[in-house]
């Protein structure tokens, strides 16, 4: 159904993909929405919210698989918006993380379209969450530095490598799990200690869920080797230690 005035855009995080993590300005969104365009990565539960006449439409992205472009999504987005409709841009996690919204923002404010942004819980600290780890440590980790691992053309970006092998940082790797074992080497020749402990969190807010935990190297061999098909969030630093039972 149409809204009457002036169409809106709402940029909305939705997590990591349990619905309960939505947060309430998200949910209330989603269910005033007319249109939701989403991510596969912020499909499934969250969207049993929308209205029933809502129009639902799934603008995937996928690596390695076919996908709308950037500028398709975009251009969908503004045309119904200024139509009148009350537009959702679902994406996962949080929607300024690695999720192109610069884009989106600009096109929202070229077409003059109001825009709102809604934050939600990113997979990087929901990851921390699931395994019970403090991103930050007091002493041990005293920053906190969230990457994407995976380039425009999807192979490792030119990163600072001094910055990742610090000793006393945590760090987060979205879109990695496919250059992994090659930022692990690249840390261990800058001099990051190979038992660095590390976990691989798999499909996040899913009854998929599954964990690795190990060193860099070890979890560097694994991805590798088991190439796991489910988005993964991979999280390093002495932070991630095991306690000693
Ligand atoms: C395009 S980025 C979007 C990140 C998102 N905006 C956020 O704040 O989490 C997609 C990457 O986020 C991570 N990710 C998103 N959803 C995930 C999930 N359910 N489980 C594990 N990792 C996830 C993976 O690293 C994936 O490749």
């Given at each position: 159904m149409s809204s009457h005035g002036r169409g809106h855009i709402a940029l909305v995080g939705a997590g990591p993909g349990d619905p309960d993590l939505l947060t309430l300005r998200a949910l209330a969104r989603i269910?005033?929405?007319?249109?939701?365009?989403?991510?596969?990565?912020?499909?499934?539960?969250?969207?049993e919210a929308a209205r029933p006449d809502a129009e639902l439409i799934a603008?995937?992205?996928?690596?390695?698989?076919?996908?709308?472009?950037?500028?398709e999504v975009t251009r969908q987005m503004i045309d119904h918006a200024s139509a009148g409709k009350r537009?959702?841009?679902?994406?996962?996690?949080?929607?300024?993380?690695?999720?192109?919204?610069?884009?989106?923002?600009?096109?929202?404010?070229?077409?003059?379209?109001?825009?709102?942004?809604?934050?939600?819980?990113?997979?990087?600290t929901a990851a921390a969450a699931h395994v019970q780890v403090s991103l930050s440590k007091r002493v041990v980790a005293?920053?906190?530095?969230?990457?994407?691992?995976?380039?425009?053309?999807?192979r490792l970006p030119d990163l600072d490598i001094a910055a990742l092998a610090d000793p006393e940082a945590t760090t987060c790797v979205f879109m990695g799990k496919g250059t992994f074992a090659e930022l692990v080497e690249k840390l261990i020749a800058h001099g990051m200690a190979a038992d660095t402990p590390a976990a691989v969190i798999e499909s996040l807010g899913?009854?998929?869920?599954?964990v690795m935990r190990g060193?860099?190297?070890?979890?560097?061999?694994?991805?590798?080797?088991?190439?796991?098909?489910?988005?993964?969030?991979i999280l390093y630093g002495r932070a991630l230690a095991e306690p000693a039972s």
């Open positions: 269910r005033a929405a007319d249109v939701i365009l989403y991510d596969d990565l912020a499909s499934g539960p969250v969207l603008v995937g992205k996928r690596a390695g698989r076919p996908s709308h472009s950037q500028a537009v959702v841009r679902l994406k996962s996690g949080d929607p300024t993380l690695f999720g192109r919204a610069d884009e989106e923002i600009a096109a929202a404010r070229a077409a003059g379209i109001e825009l709102e942004i809604v934050p939600g819980v990113t997979t990087a005293r920053r906190v530095q969230m990457i994407t691992g995976h380039d425009v053309d999807a899913t009854p998929a869920t599954t060193t860099i190297a070890e979890l560097a061999a694994r991805l590798a080797a088991e190439r796991p098909s489910g988005p993964c969030m």
